[in-house]
């Protein structure tokens, strides 16, 4: 669910093992947050798509945080 101040988790954890956000711009909290919905992910793939997408600033610090809560599942991580 999106809330005025950004992305809120839902409560139910889903068990997909692969995932793609394609030419997507994602900021920092949300990516995060969208992320821990996912527990059990395997594969994990995203292209940032930039200004053309969006307008949120690209922080890898972030992305790290975010990608760091799957170190006990992910096997295969891509970003573009």
């Not at 690209?58 to 891509?78: D, N, R, S, T, V």
């Amino acid at each position: 669910m999106v809330a005025d101040d950004g992305f809120e988790p839902s409560p139910e954890r889903l068990h997909f093992e692969d995932l793609a956000f394609n030419y997507s711009c994602l900021e920092g909290d949300a990516f995060k947050n969208i992320l821990r919905c996912f527990p059990s992910l395997k594969k994990f793939y995203y292209n940032h798509g930039g200004a053309v997408v969006g307008d949120h600033d690209f922080l890898p610090q972030k992305i790290g945080e975010a990608i760091a809560q799957l170190k006990p599942c992910l096997e295969e991580l891509c970003y573009k």
